[in-house]
C-alpha cells in the first residue's frame, strides 16, 4: 500500500495563477483533509471531506476549493493564488471518528511546498 | 484563541535521558488525543494516542498521560535516542470529528 500520496512535491506559482493540488490515498478511507503548515502556526485544517461527494470548511477556508469526486481523491484548488497561500500542504486521511474509542489517527502524505511569488 | 497549546518550541534533551513534551488544552470537549511526529520534508506519522476514558498509554518507549482536570497531558520518551530528534505535535479531537492541533514541539537529542 502506498497510504496517501501527494503530487506535485513542489510548485512556484507567479501571483493570480491558478493550480490544483491531488491526495490519492488507497486505504478505503471516509475521511479526506486537507492542512497547511506555516512555520510557528503548526497544522490548520483549510477544507475536509467526510465522504465522496462531500466537503466542509475547516479553520482557514479562504482562497481555496475542493472537490471529492472518487473516494480515494481529494482535490484542493488555489483558483487565484497570492503569496500568503506560500505554504507546506499536507494531505491526510482517516476511517472517520470514534470519539467513543478515541482511536481516530490520520495519516499523512509527504506534503507539497508552494511557493507563489 | 489556540485551543491545543504546546509552550514549549523547543526541548534539548541528552541521549538515554528522559524527554518530556507537554500540551494543554482549553476545550473540555476533546475526548481524545493524539501525539505526532515529524521530520523535516515528510509528513507527520501517527505516534501514539489516549482517550480521555484513560489517564496513560504505553507503547515501546513512548507513554502519553492525561490530566483531565488540569486539561494537560505528556508525552514521555525513556530513554531518548538521537533518532527521535523531530518535530512533535500534540492534537485534540471530539464528536466534530477534525483534530486541533498544537504549533509543535522540536526535540532535540544529543549523542
Known amino acids: 500500500n502506498a497510504g496517501v500520496t501527494q503530487t506535485p512535491k513542489f510548485r512556484v506559482l507567479k501571483t493570480g495563477q491558478s493550480m490544483t493540488l491531488l491526495c490519492a490515498q488507497d486505504m478505503n478511507h471516509e475521511y479526506m483533509y486537507w492542512y497547511r503548515q506555516d512555520p510557528g502556526m503548526g497544522l490548520r485544517l483549510i477544507h475536509y471531506s467526510v465522504g465522496e461527494g462531500t466537503t466542509a470548511k475547516g479553520e482557514v477556508p479562504d482562497g481555496y476549493n475542493v472537490s471529492r469526486l472518487k473516494k480515494q481523491n481529494f482535490l484542493l484548488g488555489l483558483e487565484s493564488a497570492a503569496p500568503s497561500q506560500t505554504s507546506v500542504y499536507f494531505c491526510?486521511?482517516?476511517?472517520?471518528?470514534?470519539?467513543?474509542?478515541?482511536?481516530?489517527?490520520?495519516?499523512f502524505g509527504p506534503g507539497t511546498r508552494l511557493l507563489v511569488l | 484563541d489556540q485551543q491545543v497549546k504546546q509552550n514549549s518550541p523547543s526541548l534539548s534533551v541528552q541521549e538515554g535521558r528522559i524527554s518530556i513534551l507537554n500540551c494543554d488544552y482549553t476545550n473540555s470537549m476533546f475526548d481524545y488525543f493524539l501525539w505526532y511526529k515529524k521530520y523535516p520534508a515528510e509528513g507527520p506519522t501517527f505516534l501514539i494516542s489516549i482517550s480521555s476514558i484513560k489517564d496513560k498509554n504505553e507503547d515501546g518507549r513512548f507513554t502519553v498521560f492525561l490530566n483531565k482536570s488540569a486539561k494537560h497531558l505528556s508525552l514521555h520518551i525513556v530513554p531518548s535516542q538521537p533518532g527521535d530528534s523531530a518535530v512533535y505535535f500534540c492534537?485534540?479531537?471530539?464528536?466534530?470529528?477534525?483534530?486541533?492541533f498544537g504549533k509543535g514541539t522540536k526535540l532535540s537529542v544529543k549523542p
Open positions: 492534537a485534540a479531537g471530539g464528536s466534530q470529528g477534525n483534530l486541533i
Open positions: 491526510a486521511s482517516s476511517y472517520g471518528f470514534t470519539s467513543l474509542t478515541g482511536q481516530e489517527t490520520q495519516y
